[in-house]
T-cell receptor, first 115, second 111 residues
Framework: GAGVSQSPSNKVTEKGKDVELRCDPI?????LYWYRQRLGQGLEFLIY????????KSGLPSDRFSAERTGESVSTLTIQRTQQEDSAVYLC?????????????FGSGTRLTVV | KQEVTQIPAALSVPEGENLVLNCSFT??????LQWFRQDPGKGLTSLLL?????REQTSGRLNASLDKSSGRSTLYIAASQPGDSATYLC??????????FGAGTTVTVRA
């Protein structure tokens, strides 16, 4: 597609349930990022994938969070045993080989509400 | 650790007035700086990307400057319109390619 696609756009889940969020990057973009934005706050880096290299997971807040990406395609962010503090908008971005030269394109996000 | 600060946090102006949004960052070793727009409940739209070797970028009514040595960028929006009302985010890409974001400036343009 022409842009970064995220699904679902909205997700309401009960506390303790697992959720899976999906990101389809722009075709050919080797780098993919996940960010979290809590209500009224700035964006927090979660995880970074670059081609087939080991991902940078340094931003994942706990071991309940994990993400996968196969090659340069779709990525999924999984949150296990969701907590109310996980409620946020989860944003995915992708870029060409070196983001320093090309910048980033963001998806419209998944709004997660844990009740 | 890169720290990005945006001032002011909120701004309200009458239609037609020029807007000046400020962004400062603590580590001058950056690859680029990007300005984004975020509308309520939506994702981010990229406005301007300034490479570390550049001093400014322009797109229509938008102009962004970069002074890497002093760790500052300014976004100018000329002749503001009600449709410019949004939150504007400044983000810096540092050596490790992560984006460090400011908290944003929320702009309201009054008709």
């Amino acid at each position: 597609g022409a842009g970064v696609s995220q699904s679902p756009s909205n997700k309401v889940t009960e506390k303790g349930k697992d959720v899976e969020l999906r990101c389809d990057p722009i075709s050919g973009h080797t780098a993919l990022y996940w960010y979290r934005q809590r209500l009224g706050q700035g964006l927090e880096f979660l995880i970074y994938f670059q081609g087939n290299s080991a991902p940078d997971k340094s931003g994942l807040p706990s071991d309940r969070f994990s993400a996968e990406r196969t090659g340069e395609s779709v990525s999924t962010l999984t949150i296990q045993r969701t907590q109310q503090e996980d409620s946020a908008v989860y944003l995915c971005a992708s870029s060409l080989v070196m983001a320093g030269n090309y910048g980033y394109t963001f998806g419209s996000g998944t709004r997660l509400t844990v009740v | 650790k890169q720290e990005v600060t945006q001032i002011p946090a909120a701004l309200s102006v009458p239609e037609g007035e020029n807007l000046v949004l400020n962004c400062s960052f603590t580590d001058s070793a950056i690859y680029n700086l990007q300005w984004f727009r975020q509308d309520p409940g939506k994702g981010l739209t990229s406005l301007l990307l300034i490479q570390s070797s550049q001093r400014e970028q322009t797109s229509g009514r938008l102009n962004a400057s970069l002074d890497k040595s002093s760790g500052r960028s300014t976004l100018y929006i000329a002749a503001s319109q009600p449709g410019d009302s949004a939150t504007y985010l400044c983000a810096v890409s540092s050596n490790d390619y992560k984006l460090s974001f400011g908290a944003g400036t929320t702009v309201t343009v009054r008709a």
